[in-house]
């Protein structure tokens, strides 16, 4: 990562152990995120990476460690609510985002939560909606969509507080080929630093340009990961073998 | 799950403005349900009827809505005339069918059945987010309305995970019998609804205080104020002081004496 940008986050030997489990979820965790980052991890399930999230967006306390957002260290509940204004965060079930009743509602619950008037927040909500190829969803009702339906508007609900970094976990989950291929067309349109959890090879490498693991607790910045795929021919046939 | 075969439509009834609707189907509902007199009661029926013709309502559903009311009417009218006091009518050995009890099996019948008809055509005329709103401005306490949206909102994924966690019973050879194990497999069930549902009610106030939910709502809905809202209000009370009149013999709701 060798940007001379702005680091937008700033996260120095975090520890996080959920109460009752004996092994910490995230042991002297350290990352340093510049504007323009556009930051894949991939790890294994239980490797901590949702906690990572939630400890940026401040739901979750780190045992120890600091973080930093646009220069400020967040420790308090207060810090974080311009963190949240500059960072949207898509969950990985869109149903736990999205729980008004009809998509403009939700699109302009975040708007409406800035203080924006309500001409304001419906103004952008269209522009978001239209962004993404939505146009004609304002009064759709939210539990009627389907699921790639619902992930777009989820994305729209984010997009509309006009964030400058996006935390995507698993954002292909449960999507069908079209509607991912639609979506890293959407992210690929977008100029918005971001860190991608996925644990889709393809997907991540055309939405990110650095990506990276995460093992016992820690991201391993020292091994970049360069995706590339070979074709060749096998004498095994069908048979298990290992590539050496 | 929950059908709203009503909510779209664009008859004159849909037209008016809900808050008026919502007002408008309390009050002669509360007035149908005080009724004692047979001429009012049946105004009051034609009345409704009259609402459920000018919203052009599909007669499909209003009869089978219409049923569920039928099948505990049928009930009442086993039940009632056999416990209630009063002159016999029917004498079958011990049995006996009270005249006063068939009256108000009668009344019990025409009341929810004309209540019915006005929430058919009044309130089920519009969606539930309509409804939410119309009852916040009539003042309800926000808090119920948004537990109102809220269950509305979520008794869809809550439904699902009930079908998931069936389905998941099944596939390993379950079939409810009246044995314990099925007892306490259902027990399970439901307990595990309830962990799920609580933790995705976490997840849902996570994700709303990260768009900066801070216990307001705020309402996109604007009214916009016609005359047709008040000739309807006007009709309407035309139809509720007629009934008081044909209940009362006159339009004082309350009788003073002296």
Known sequence: MAHNDTILIQISGVSYRYPGSAQPVLDDLSLTFREQDRLGLIAPNGSGKTTLFHLIMGLIKPDQGTIEVFGKKVEKPRDFIPVRRKIGLLFQDSDDQLFSPTVMEDVAFGPMNQGKTREEAIEISRKTLAFLGLENFEERITFKLSGGEKRLVALATILSMEPSILLLDEPTTGLDARTKSRLIDILNHLNLARIVISHELEFIQSVTDHIYTMENGRINLDEELHIHQHHHVHRHGKQPHKHV | MIEEPFASGNSIIHRIDPRFRVAVAILV????????????????????????????????????????????????????????EGQAVYLFGPLAWSREGFLLCAQISLKSLAILLFFMALVSTMGLSTLGKSLKALFVPGKLVHLLLMTYRYIFVIGQEYDRLETAIKIRGFSPTTTLHSYKTYAYLVAMLFVKASIRAERVHQAMILRGFRGRFYSLDTFTPSYRNWIFFIAMMGLFIGTLFLERGSVWPITIRF
């Open chain 2, 29 to 84: 509902s509360m007035e149908a349900a005080l009724l004692k007199d047979f001429r009012a009661m049946a105004f009051a029926l034609a009345g409704s009827l009259a609402l459920v013709f000018l919203a052009r309502l599909d007669l499909f559903h209003v009869l089978k809505r219409l049923f569920s009311l039928v099948r505990f009417l049928v009930f009442v009218w086993l039940l009632i005339p056999l416990t209630y």
